[in-house]
Each structure stands twice: as structure tokens, then as C-alpha cells.
């Protein structure tokens, strides 16, 4: 597949333009290493115009106003992404590493196809709803609930589905009469240029909506976008540490901070559950993109009584499990993002091994793969439920088993975390499944293998996986501020 259509430049105030300073930093390719081309490496200064850009046009234009003109701003760019599919897939493949099944799904196709029910929520949206008339100390009031946009929005999206979390961002945000300056992670900038381009060449968005700012640098321009007064909002997606971080350069302006960040979520397997169902789901699951995904359920759990028969049927499924070259359909698992996460990988499997845990398949470089950022699928035995592995996000193809004794039990280890973000129970019994999935302190939950994720569907978390919801009617009002006003009544 060729890489045709690739866009390099930011998007500040409606141009598509070199980084103030010209610097520029390689785009690497993590199935082969290689440099696949170049991005703007934007600075600072670069996220100072943007700001400024962005506030202008909150302040001193209709678009906070005139829904019409941004659903038809908007449509504008659905139809181009979607005329672009093509275009964007091989682009998406060679600087995430995403294997090709996942681009016709979560990784593009979806994406754009959920942008139409983004657009449909904010059109049909109860922008305002009157209240009954009220008699305060004899004054006799008419009152008004209004929603407006919350301002300039700072978007700051990670690696893993940087196609998909842009999206995720960006059209709520516009199609709530915000103003949005987009930082994407560096190892994934097309991702986001691309859109840039589509905006600049095919939309009328005006100058200054959307900014799109790529860098290296990403400290650098994050501090500026999560501190600057002129900043009403950031919407993050990212590691939980990192989410902290975001929050108390918020606190100093006390503006709005969405967070979607980290978990470290449990499968549970009842002891009259289909485990070879159910421990296959779980195998796909870890193994796909790698492990890396936020709500993916990295912990299985499995009742004593039948503990090594599901090992078992775990050790074949993760034994079997096909990776490799991106652009093979067959495969479900690529590369991780760069060198740094596989070492990163790598040493807590070392740290698995080091505190007790039993290593069952995998764990070591894929002696088959001379180049990229691969790990082998990798499944440990008897892990402790506090042990580093257990508690530690490691965004890899790493599944932890543990045994529980009974229901109670297996709530008890699944709770056993600072993150809350998902979760999956299965049995034979839905009654007993939905009781227990009930008890799992998580935002989302998968009930015998039900697919919550969708447009339509509120995504979050609870304790240390964020605060927030993203997607859904939840994730739409995110981007807006309540206002209530009161009149004499008539």
C-alpha cells in the first residue's frame, strides 16, 4: 500500500503551515523501524498562536451560535473523510502499527461512520427547556435552562487509536459551538494532519475552529495548552500519570478537564461459564493491537475448580495466536508503538517472572521478526493479586490468570485495583453474571461477551481511570456549560 496524500504541516488559524521555528522530526514505522516520512515539529510559540486563534474565533465569530452552519461545517468533513478511506488506511497502518483488520473497525471505518450520529445528537440536542414559573420572596419568575459551549478546548490524544480519539474529540467538541486546538502524541501525527488537510481543503470550517498542532515535544506544547487562561477546557486521553499531571495545570486557571486514562481491567469466569468461549475472547482480547488498549481486560480470573483445565485452554489460544506484519489480514496482533514501550514491556514481564508468577507462553522478542517493536503474546499462571503485574498497566499482550475460591472472591481480586475503567463476567446463568457485574466498580462492563463500545455508549471510568465520560449523550454534554436565566413573568 502507498503512502500518497500524506500531510506533514499543522493547521493554525485556517492554513495548513510549517512549525514557526521549521523544525520537523521522523515518522517511524514500528513493524519495520523505518522512517516512513515527516511531521511539523510545533513549539511553545506554535501553541501561543494556536491559543490565540482558537479564542478569536470562540469570541468573535458565529460559530458558537449557528448550529446549522456547523452541522453543514461538519457533514463537509464526514464526506471527505469518507471519500478518503483509502487514502488514510495505509497511513494509519505505517505509523501505528495497526494491523489492517482493525482499519476496516475501531482504527478508521467506524470512526468516520460514527461521526453521522455525533452530528444527528448535537442537531436534535435540547439546547434549551423552560421550567415552571416559580414565586421567590413575591417575585414571580419565568425560568430558562440553557446550554452553551464551554469555549477554546484543548484536545490531547495518545498512540494507540489516534485516528478514532481525534474523532472522539473533535466532533463533539465542534459540534457543541466549541473552538478546539488538537495535540496528538507524537509517534502518530498523520493521523491528525490528515484531518487538518480535509478541514483546510474540502470544509468551511473558519479559520481558527480547529487547530492541529504535532511536535516531539509534547511536554513542552502540553504545558502551554493545560495552563494558558485562555484555555477553557482540555479533553485528555492518556496514561493515568499523565492525567494527574493535566490536572493540576488545570487547577491553577480552574478550567474544565476531562480524563480518560488508564486501567487494569478483570475477566471473570464463573464456574459454570463456556471457557472455551469465554478464555478465547479474553486471548483476542489481550493480543489485540498488541495490548494496546486502555479498557482492554488484562486480568483473568478463574474459579479454583476448574483453575487448570482454563489454563489450559488459555495456554492453546495464546499459543496460537497470529502476529506480525501489519498488512497480513490474518493478523491480529502488530507491533507495539516504539522501542521505549517494548523495553517498557519487556522489563515488567522480567517482573512477573522475578515476583513468583508462572510464565506459561511467550515473553521475549519474537525470534522470527529481525526487525520492529514486537513482543510475543505472553500468558503468566498463579499471579498475585498484588503484585506488580497484577496492578500495573502494561499496555502490552500480557495476560494475568489468577484463581478465586467463590462469587465473593472473584469480586474481591477484580476491585483490587486503583483503576475502574472495564470490566467482563461470564456464566451460564445471566441472573448471576449481571449480579456480579453490577458489584465491579468499573465504568463499562461485558455481560457473557456483549459489546459495549459504541458511539451511542458512555466511556469511562472510576477511581484512577478518569473523570468524565467520553461518547454518548454524557460524552456530548461534556463540552457544554449550564446556564439558568430568570424574567418577570408575563
Known sequence: MSLEGVESRLLVNGELCEAEAGRLYDNINPATEEVIGNCADASASDAD???AAARRAFDGTGWATDLAFRKKCLEQLHKALD??????????????????????AVQQDTCINDMLWDIEVATNYEWERQLPDSDFFGIKSSKRVVHEPVGVVAAITPWNFPFMLNLSKIVPALMAGNTVVLKPAPDTPWSATFIGKMVAEHTDIPAGVLNILTSQHPAEVGDVLTGDARVDMVSFTGSTAVGKHIAK?????VKKVFLELGGKSASILLDDADFSAAIAGAAMGVCTHAGQGCAITTRLLLPRSRYEEGLGVATKAMENMKF?????????????????????????IETGKSEGA?????????SHLERGFFVEPTLFADVDPDSTIAQEEIFGPVLAVMPFEDDDDAVRI???????????????????????????????M????GMWFGADTPFGGYRQSGTGREHGIEGFREYLETKAIAYPVA
Open 358 to 366: 508462572r510464565l506459561l507462553v511467550g515473553g521475549n522478542r519474537p
Open 414 to 444: 477484580a476491585n483490587n485495583s486503583k483503576y475502574g475503567l472495564s470490566g467482563a463476567v461470564s456464566s451460564g446463568s445471566l441472573d448471576r453474571a449481571m449480579a456480579v457485574a453490577r458489584r465491579i466498580r468499573t465504568g463499562t
Open 49 to 51: 498562536r494556536a491559543i
Open 446 to 449: 461485558s455481560v457473557n461477551g
Open 324 to 348: 506480525g506484519d501489519p498488512l497480513n489480514i490474518e493478523n491480529l496482533m502488530g507491533p507495539l508503538i516504539n522501542a521505549r514501550q517494548r523495553e517498557r514491556v519487556l522489563g515488567l
Open 249 to 253: 495545570r488545570g487547577a491553577d486557571t
Open 83 to 104: 471519500e478518503n478511506r483509502e487514502v488514510l488506511r495505509p497511513q494509519i497502518i505505517a505509523e501505528v502499527g495497526a494491523p489492517i483488520g482493525l482499519t476496516y
